[in-house]
T-cell receptor
Framework: DSGVTQTPKHLITATGQRVTLRCSPR?????VYWYQQSLDQGLQFLIQ???????AKGNILERFSAQQFPDLHSELNLSSLELGDSALYFC?????????????FGPGTRLTVT | GDSVTQMEGPVTLSEEAFLTINCTYT??????LFWYVQYPGEGLQLLLK?????DKGSNKGFEATYRKETTSFHLEKGSVQVSDSAVYFC??????????FGKGTRLHILP
């Protein structure tokens, strides 16, 4: 158990809908990262937040947005969902914001868009 | 743009065999390099890392050396075990903190 929790574990929704994925980092971790893992695209880094501020951005679509709240949990919002958004979404947390801090991954949220 | 290329799998080996998984990257400047492992049904775990040229990362018998001249970070283990069966990802973090994953190499170890 990494100490990172993600809810829900599974989510099934229809095209065009909007969903929110939630991540609670390990106690004391200030950084949260979001990743997408799909069969087509493999693993992709989406976005990083550090202590409430956006820190780095990867291949995140404009239909997707994220935020980190004062209690440090984070949410990833996916809107106008398409079939191709079906994937496993991981979040990870670390103490600091740079690469010398190990990232701890949550178990993921599996999103199925029908 | 920056990219990571790692050998395609699956790789199937017998227990106690020598393992090499090749990884090369394209990135400007001096990125940090990582190997992550994903065991069946689990999230990713950091296996090892190297943050500057000629650094060697090591963990659980796995090693990889940051080779700036060949832009490579090959993963090696002298004697694999059945419990090493997993998917291995080579990862680059560039100077803009953007993180790029290789496509992953699935490793099967036969008893």
């Amino acid at each position: 158990d990494s100490g990172v929790t993600q809810t829900p574990k599974h989510l099934i929704t229809a095209t065009g809908q909007r969903v929110t994925l939630r991540c609670s980092p390990r106690s004391g971790d200030l950084s949260v990262y979001w990743y997408q893992q799909s069969l087509d695209q493999g693993l992709q880094f989406l976005i990083q937040y550090y202590n409430g501020e956006e820190r780095a951005k990867g291949n995140i679509l404009e239909r997707f947005s994220a935020q980190q709240f004062p209690d440090l949990h984070s949410e990833l919002n996916l809107s106008s969902l398409e079939l191709g958004d079906s994937a496993l979404y991981f979040c990870a947390s670390s103490v600091g914001r740079g690469d010398r801090y190990e990232q701890y991954f949550g178990p993921g949220t599996r999103l199925t868009v029908t | 743009g920056d990219s990571v290329t790692q050998m395609e799998g699956p790789v199937t080996l017998s227990e106690e065999a020598f393992l090499t998984i090749n990884c090369t990257y394209t990135a400007t400047g001096y990125p940090s390099l990582f190997w992550y492992v994903q065991y069946p049904g689990e999230g990713l775990q950091l296996l090892l890392k190297a943050t500057k040229a000629d650094d060697k990362g090591s963990n659980k018998g796995f090693e990889a050396t940051y080779r700036k001249e060949t832009t490579s970070f090959h993963l090696e283990k002298g004697s694999v075990q059945v419990s090493d069966s997993a998917v291995y990802f080579c990862v680059v973090r560039n100077r803009d903190d953007k993180i790029i994953f290789g496509k992953g190499t699935r490793l099967h170890i036969l008893p």
